[in-house]
């Protein structure tokens, strides 16, 4: 049996027509940067994070970067977040003229761990980025309580999130700002690239409408500088066909996800996620632990199962971060987890059979102990 790690096609196969119809609008209108398309998928996915508003961006990162420039980081400034994230978290940090800080991540829920942030804290910090990696909300309201306590805005990285809940809130509508991706593999996903932030603040919604679109507020008046990260009409159009399938995808994934977790939390030397009781897990990624990674993920591979590792380089440890003179050891969690993590085959159209292949062959080969 072959399981392939992300299977997009089996994803859009049921929804060619509509895309079709929706691409053929576009054209007719003849409004391809922006526009109407897009203002109707900002409206219906503000609506899905219950937050007031949404901006179309081109990517998650501009999503990050422009959501820092909004609230005022600039060069050298300080920006807390993780080292167990993409790498483009840190970059839209560094493309603000700022710095990022690390603080590790709690070694259940792989988020930022709390207790780090008073030990990260100097007087340039200027906004605090937590990330819901792998689809399950960092513990929000600790963070929240330490950014009101020193005036500092949060801003969530929800790239992998959309959907997620904590305590009843959704993804992106907990912090000042949240921050989405479209890419193509996220659970909510374009048909190429895009992003956007949701916000219940007016004036920060407003200040990145002008930032997306090189800081105009009028056209041909620029009242800032800004840069063009516009969402492409196109993309617009089919998000919103795709964002009434996401529901029922996440749901899916929860399934599968349940169904693995129940197995591999019989067996020893596996590390199953742990799903906090007050989070509302999506699973972008369902990613295990094991021992000899490397070794397991080849013989998955050699049986027909598709693999990822995410990531396998902590971000304070990238060659890109080697100014900032972090040694090995400075985040042990996730120097630790890179080195374990091991992501399986997840997204809603997995068959069970399929589902119970990945299981079976997991486990027999971390039983066969070829990992000692
Ligand atoms: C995907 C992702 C991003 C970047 O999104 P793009 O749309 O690829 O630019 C940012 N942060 C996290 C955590 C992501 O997973």
Redesign the pocket.
């Not at 990517?59 to 990050?64: C, H, L, P």
């Given at each position: 049996m072959k399981v392939p790690f992300l299977d997009l096609k089996a994803h859009h196969a049921p929804l060619r027509g509509h895309f079709k119809s929706a691409i053929a609008d576009v054209i007719d209108s003849g409004i391809f940067a922006g526009g109407p398309a897009v203002a109707d998928f900002e409206e219906a996915f503000a609506a899905f994070c219950k937050c007031d508003y949404a901006v179309g961006l081109g990517?998650?990162?501009?999503?990050?970067w422009l959501a820092l420039l909004a609230c005022g980081v600039g060069p050298g400034d300080e920006v807390i977040t993780v080292p167990s994230?993409?790498m483009?978290?840190a970059e839209a940090i560094t493309y603000c003229g700022a710095k990022p800080v690390f603080v590790d991540v709690d070694e259940r829920t792989y988020t930022m761990a709390p207790d780090g942030l008073a030990r990260a804290l100097t007087s340039r910090t200027k906004a605090i980025v937590p990330?819901h990696?792998f689809g399950q909300i960092a513990d929000m309201d600790p963070i929240l309580k330490f950014g009101r306590q020193h005036g500092i805005p949060v801003i969530e990285?929800a790239?992998?999130g959309h959907g997620a809940e904590y305590k009843g809130r959704r993804a992106g509508s907990i912090g000042e700002i949240g921050?989405f991706?479209?890419?193509p593999g996220?659970n909510l996903g374009a048909l190429g690239?895009?992003?956007a932030i949701v916000t219940n603040n007016l004036e920060l919604a407003e200040k990145i409408r002008i930032l997306r679109d090189h800081g105009q507020a009028r056209k041909y008046h620029h009242t800032v500088v800004g840069w063009n990260c516009r969402m492409d009409a196109i993309q617009g159009a089919c998000l919103a066909i795709k964002l009434k399938h996401l529901e029922r995808g996440n749901e899916l994934r929860r399934a599968h996800a349940a169904r693995y977790t129940a197995a591999f939390n019989a067996v020893e030397e596996i590390v199953a996620p742990f799903e906090a009781e007050c989070a509302r897990h999506v699973y972008h990624v369902y990613a295990i632990r094991v021992p000899d990674r490397d070794e397991v993920m080849r013989q998955l591979e050699a049986k027909g199962i598709g693999c990822g590792v995410h990531y396998p380089v902590p971000v304070h440890l990238q060659q890109a971060y080697a100014s900032l003179e972090h040694a090995r050891g400075a985040f042990p969690v996730s120097e630790q987890i890179a080195q374990e993590f091991l992501s399986l085959p997840m997204f809603p159209e997995l068959a069970q059979a399929q589902v119970d292949y990945v299981i079976e062959t997991v486990t027999e080969i971390v039983n066969s102990g070829v990992m000692a």
């Open positions: 990517s998650g990162t501009e999503a990050v994230t993409f483009a978290t990330v990696l990285d790239a992998q921050c991706s479209f890419y996220k690239e895009a992003g």
